[in-house]
């Protein structure tokens, strides 16, 4: 009997075993290691970061467009990210659900999100991102399992941006229709990493670094990965994401890989971006993705304002969110007769009348899903809605 989920302990047949350094380790594991050495392909990576005169970055551009096309054509995936919860056990100094942060706070039940599911499906979406803050006694394994099951009903592509788990939490999520996992490591630099997170499981640096392996191993069939720009030098941070994309590309072969390049916007608690990192700069590390990583998914959120989501639309970027609400509820108003201020991760109130609930951080780009679509068409690229189905699966199987 054919074995329905992927053993992420092997790699694709023809690699071979004994010269793959990658085969029976975690990236945790080869990251921590100090002698560990660049591939070609991230040296090359690497030299296309380096400062380029405009006419360099031009050629760049060019050359990024011609190998999209190839791949991809000229199509763009689109999705909304839903949230629904902003309670967090976890301290982290960029975040608007900051454990400490005096905000209001609620959890969407499984009919509210569904509602929120329903809104976005009349507007077009197609593809969903599920994202909540990471608490334990309101976001559990069934909740989750519950409103997965519940959307896939009028949405029929569902991906999830929750706390990290074990495989075996992960399987009935993916049983009930998830499948993708979206985890960002916010920063590889291991100091700055526990500067950022000051209290709550998040700490715990090597257990997110190996979450989209223990995604994989659970049949996860999409795994998105990224990097918090503004936390480190965005040359070094680059670098490591690169590492870590080339990693799962050979460990988690069967998957498809996503990588985001999210720039950090305010947020409640009022952190601002330790380092800076221009759209300028933004431009020229899309591109070099890339020509490196050509079959390699590309995101883009609505952190970015429209002029630049709009340059950056025909260079490299395979996918975006539309008409982005990073607030639970905010799409519809859900919850709002339920929200609660907590201060210090301690209920202040039980529940406040008038408000709305924090949102994770601020967007620069509020056009409707069909305005977003309206600009690809004038791009001369295509809007995609849909582009997979668990039917297709059960046909081949």
């Known amino acids: 009997m054919r074995n329905p989920l992927p053993d992420c302990s092997r790699v694709r047949p023809g690699y071979g075993d004994a010269g793959n350094p990658f085969a029976y380790m975690t990236f945790a594991e080869r990251f921590r290691d100090p002698n560990r050495t660049l591939s070609a392909s991230a040296r090359s990576f690497q030299r296309l970061l380096e400062p380029l005169p405009d006419p360099g970055l ?12 190839k791949h991809f054509g000229r199509t763009m995936r ?44 009349d507007l077009g979406i197609r593809n969903l991102l599920l994202v909540s803050g990471e608490h334990p006694k ?36 993916v049983a009930n229709g998830a499948e993708g996992l979206v985890v960002y490591q916010e920063t590889y630099d291991r100091a700055v990493y526990q500067e950022m997170h000051t209290s709550g499981p998040k700490r715990n640096f090597d257990w997110r670094l190996e979450c989209p392996e223990r995604a994989f191993a659970a049949g996860f069939r999409r795994l998105g990965i990224g990097v918090l720009f503004g936390l480190g030098d965005w040359r070094t ?4 994401l690169f590492e870590h994309v080339e990693f799962l590309l050979r460990k988690c072969w069967r998957a498809q890989i996503t990588v985001s390049l999210p720039r950090l916007r305010p947020a409640a608690g009022g952190f601002h971006p330790r380092t800076a990192f221009s759209e300028r700069e933004l431009v020229q590390l899309v591109c070099a993705l890339r020509v490196m990583l050509p079959q390699v998914g590309l995101v883009l959120s609505t952190r970015e304002p429209g002029p630049l989501r709009d340059v950056l639309m025909p260079l490299g970027i395979t996918m975006m969110s539309a008409g982005s609400c990073t607030a639970p509820g905010g799409y519809t108003g859900q919850g709002c007769e339920s929200l609660h201020l907590t201060i210090r991760g301690r209920a202040a109130a039980a529940t406040v009348a008038h408000g709305k609930a924090e949102a994770q951080f601020a967007i620069d780009d509020d056009r409707s899903p069909e305005e977003v679509a309206a600009a690809l068409t004038r791009l001369g690229l295509e809007p995609v809605w849909k582009d997979w189905d668990p039917a297709l699966t059960l046909a081949n199987a």
């Open 58 to 69: 031009e050629a760049l551009a060019r050359r990024a467009a011609a190998i999209t096309r």
């Open 78 to 121: 689109l999705f909304a990210p839903l949230y629904l919860s902003n309670e967090c056990i976890n301290n982290c100094a960029y975040c608007g659900f900051s454990r400490d942060n005096p905000i209001l706070r609620v959890t969407l039940t499984v009919e509210q999100v569904l509602a929120e599911a329903r809104y976005l499906a």
């Open 138 to 173: 309101y976001v559990s394994n069934g909740y989750l399992a519950s409103v997965v099951a519940a959307v896939r009903e009028v949405i029929p592509a569902v991906s999830l941006e929750v706390a990290p788990m074990e495989v075996e939490d992960y399987r009935p999520l």
């Open 237 to 240: 941070e680059a670098m490591h």
